[in-house]
């Protein structure tokens, strides 16, 4: 058991039936009436923020988290298959509990968070930035600017993403996670 003034960012807890991790939290001590934690939480499982407020010296049950890369092998009808870096160990997720999975391509990393008590994986945590191949764009004509606008390319993971006019099939491009942008071109498809 840990209470509030054991809380820091990247603690994980059981709270109101679920896994929460701190984003971010603050101790206020007002002038009257009783201290509180004023906290920001991150459900483990799906993502989702919530603002929560914990009188102080409120008791949770902390739970340890462990983050392990893994190496994305394929999807098929049970899931999305992944393969332990460290004892090739396989197993799958469903859809809904691999996050960014539109960037994941065949062979790449990827950082899963496993539950240590129970080894339950709770979700994954692709790289912020990615460099995937296009393979199928409008072909790009010659004058195309970066500032000319953009148009839509499918990349080799299956995303669809906006890129700018002078990128062509066969170009790989990296692309933000977060904002699931694209960000620049790491190099031009072969003229052989």
Known sequence: MADTSDFR????????DDLWEIVDFLH???GKGGAFVRTTLKNVKDGHEVEETF?????????????????????DDYGLHFMDQ????QFS?????????????EGGDVDILFRTDT???????????????????????????????DKPATLESGATIDVPLFINEGDVVRVNT????????VSAA???
């Open 9 to 16: 960012n990247g603690m994980t807890f059981i709270w109101r």
């Open 28 to 30: 206020v001590k007002p």
């Open 55 to 75: 009188r102080a010296g409120a008791k949770v049950d902390e739970v340890r988290v462990e983050r392990r890369e893994h190496q994305f092998l394929y999807e």
């Open 86 to 89: 460290e004892s090739y160990e």
């Open 93 to 105: 997720m469903p859809p809904e509990q691999v996050e960014g999975r539109e960037f994941l391509k």
């Open 119 to 149: 080894e339950e994986p709770l979700r994954t945590e692709i790289p912020q930035k990615v460099e995937l191949e296009v393979v199928d764009t409008t072909p790009g004509v010659k004058g195309d600017t970066a500032q000319g606008g």
């Open 178 to 185: 977060d904002t699931k942008e694209y960000e620049t071109r």
């Open 190 to 192: 072969s003229t052989v």
